[in-house]
């Protein structure tokens, strides 16, 4: 099992900027790729950003696209982080943390509120 902690998001104005991070905990060796979801009301959830833990290599949806960035915080790879700049009221939503094993049993974490304000 691994568990995620979320910690920040907020209110913000829109073209602010706000930051995510996720730390895992627990089977943490076995965590093949880590990444963001989000949801809005009456909106299904969808895939934001990932990262891969041994390429660090990256992938974005297009509505984040030069927006958002996603990297590791530290060495062990076990805490993520999310850059997101230039906020628009479209990306209002719940984001949720994932981690995914080698074994693809998925991990999520119970989410943050991002607001972003006209």
């Known amino acids: 099992q691994v568990q995620l902690v979320e910690s920040g998001g907020g209110l913000v104005q829109t073209g602010g900027s706000l930051s995510l991070s996720c730390a895992a905990s627990g089977r943490t060796f076995d965590m093949y790729t880590m990444g963001w979801f989000r949801q809005a009301p009456g909106q299904e959830r969808e895939l934001v950003a990932r990262i891969w833990r041994s390429s660090g290599a990256t992938a974005y949806a297009d509505a984040v696209k030069g927006r958002f960035t996603i990297s590791f915080l530290d060495n062990t790879k076990t805490t993520m982080y999310m850059q997101m700049s230039s906020l628009q009221p479209e990306d209002t939503a719940v984001y949720y943390c994932?981690?995914?094993?080698?074994?693809?049993?998925?991990?999520w974490g119970v989410g943050t509120q991002v607001t972003v304000s006209s």
């Open positions: 994932n981690a995914v094993h080698y074994g693809a049993n998925e991990f």
